[in-house]
């Protein structure tokens, strides 16, 4: 019996030797310094556009007593532009109407009648199309169509894939920077520890802007979309 609790005082004797090596190499490769490189890789691109948007805003101006008047103006004149933008190719099931809407105009004497804004837009595959019709609008002025605004924005369709190549390159761009940055030194590149997407810079092609919370420009027909990777590598 008491040979039994002399094996087993040794056996935990041992176990705990054993434990506290473990817990002191493990303590010990906790404290040692973790040899790493941080870089920033980047991919850049231009591409074109596949998509239009044509934005216009017709408008009528009355006075007090006319308003009822405006507003019929305001609806022959947006039948009319219908009209214009359909003989020239423009499917009605590309125009989208805005509800229009009313607003006070005030002079020395306090409210002298109103302005009324009529908007609607066009959404096209055809760029080149809708890029001509944007740039020769006098026709639409001779018919007595007051155009008060108008604007061009410029889409690409499948934007989601791009982005996900672009990640990958700036990926990759990343890590053969840090190979290039460890040539000579003697040390290689070990394993990927963090890796952080920056955000997307789309903007006019050769632009420089930037912006932390990302561009999207969309005034311009070709485009230039860039991206960061921020990675964190090991070094052996």
Known sequence: MMKDYGRAAVILGISMVLASLVFGLFFFESRKPQQTINVVGIASKQYESDTVKWSLTLTEITGLEDLAEGRRRLYTSLQELIGFLNERGVKSEQINIIPPNVYERYGSNGVEGYRLEQELYVISKEVDTIDDLALNVIPLLDQGINIYRTQLEYF???????????????????????LEMLKGTGMSLGKLRTLRQGVFQITQPHSTEVSSSGIHDTSTKKKQISVTAHATFAIK
Do not use: I
Not at 163 to 178: D, G, I, L, P
């Open 156 to 178: 690409y369709s499948n934007l989601d894939e791009l982005k996900k190549n672009m990640v990958a390159e700036a990926a990759e761009n990343a890590q053969e920077r840090a």
